[in-house]
């Protein structure tokens, strides 16, 4: 069965009626905004994440998503495009999501009480999942603002002196466990809401899940501790040529 089907509820004996589908059309629309961004996620720290192989990597992978490497030259809107689409991706998301949190102070603390009474590991995972979503209106509102309007200070100096010289660090570091938590959080809770491999043993699947999540969540903490410590470190560096753009040797030098 579909499950955007049509509910159908009995208001009286002998009469049927016929329920909104809406609700089941906006959760698998909130799932499949959700998997497209925590996919997006783990692909966005696996590119910043070049800096770890080098000045040079990190150019590279800037200026591919510039069209450098296509049409010659850099185009910063193309960064700044897909940003947007981010965006709306993310606002869509939030939106969707909120419906589902508590909607007032009583609701809050009785939600608490429950998960307190029930000591249910999945149970408390969703709180935790609603605590880090609420903070990421924030947080992601205020990265990806910054990279919609500046997509040109991408590279090694130029993210380097933002999360130093612009003191974005405590930001970028709060963010990191808040977006990992969530992410991961939330692909387990899809993968058990939709039956993703669940095989002859729901509960075995359920434990699987369990380590594979918070596997996925140390690594990339980890690869994410790393890479900003790398930012860092540059932007220490570079704290005294703030605002100058790299280039590779093999770009800067004149054509022989």
Same mark, same amino acid.
């Given at each position: 069965?579909?499950?955007?089907?049509?509910?159908?509820?009995?208001?009286?004996?002998?009469?049927?009626?016929?329920?909104?589908?809406?609700?089941?059309?906006?959760?698998?629309?909130?799932?499949?905004?959700? @998997?497209?961004?925590?996919?997006?996620?783990?692909?966005?720290?696996?590119?910043?994440?070049?800096? *770890? /192989?080098?000045?040079?990597?990190?150019?590279?992978?800037?200026?591919? #998503?510039?069209?450098?490497? &296509?049409?010659?030259?850099?185009?910063?809107?193309?960064?700044?495009?897909?940003?947007?689409?981010?965006?709306?991706?993310?606002?869509?998301?939030?939106? *969707?999501? &909120?419906?589902?949190?508590?909607?007032?102070?009583?609701?809050?603390?009785?939600?608490?009480?429950?998960?307190?009474?029930?000591?249910?590991?999945?149970?408390?995972? =969703?709180?935790?999942?609603?605590?880090?979503? #609420?903070?990421?209106?924030?947080?992601?509102?205020?990265?990806?603002?910054?990279?919609?309007?500046?997509?040109?200070?991408?590279?090694?100096?130029?993210?380097?002196?933002?999360? =130093?010289?612009?003191?974005? =660090?405590?930001?970028? @570091?709060?963010? /990191?466990?808040?977006?990992?938590?969530?992410?991961? &959080?939330?692909?387990?809770?899809?993968? *058990?809401? =939709?039956?993703?491999?669940?095989?002859?043993?729901?509960?075995?699947?359920?434990?699987? /899940?369990?380590? /594979?999540?918070?596997?996925?969540? &140390?690594?990339?903490?980890?690869?994410?501790?790393?890479?900003?410590?790398?930012?860092?470190?540059?932007?220490?560096?570079?704290?005294?040529?703030?605002?100058?753009?790299?280039?590779?040797?093999?770009?800067?030098?004149?054509?022989?």
């Amino acid at each position: 069965m579909s499950v955007v089907a049509d509910a159908t509820t009995t208001s009286a004996p002998g009469i049927t009626r016929r329920g909104s589908s809406w609700p089941a059309r906006l959760d698998l629309l909130q799932s499949g905004s959700g @998997l497209l961004l925590a996919l997006f996620m783990w692909v966005h720290m696996l590119f910043v994440s070049s800096i *770890l /192989l080098g000045n040079d990597a990190m150019w590279v992978v800037a200026r591919f #998503f510039e069209g450098y490497f &296509v049409l010659g030259r850099r185009l910063p809107w193309l960064v700044s495009l897909l940003v947007a689409v981010v965006c709306a991706l993310f606002i869509t998301h939030a939106a *969707l999501a &909120v419906r589902k949190f508590p909607a007032s102070y009583a609701a809050h603390r009785a939600f608490r009480v429950h998960m307190v009474g029930m000591h249910h590991e999945d149970t408390t995972l =969703w709180y935790w999942q609603v605590i880090t979503g #609420f903070a990421l209106f924030f947080l992601a509102s205020l990265h990806l603002g910054t990279m919609l309007t500046r997509p040109d200070r991408i590279g090694p100096y130029e993210s380097a002196d933002r999360v =130093w010289s612009d003191m974005m =660090w405590p930001v970028y @570091l709060i963010m /990191l466990f808040v977006v990992e938590l969530h992410a991961g &959080v939330g692909l387990y809770r899809l993968a *058990l809401k =939709w039956g993703w491999f669940a095989g002859a043993d729901p509960q075995r699947a359920r434990r699987r /899940l369990r380590t /594979l999540k918070w596997s996925m969540t &140390v690594f990339f903490v980890a690869l994410g501790l790393a890479t900003l410590a790398a930012y860092v470190r540059i932007g220490i560096a570079h704290a005294d040529r703030y605002g100058e753009h790299y280039a590779p040797a093999w770009v800067a030098a004149p054509a022989q």
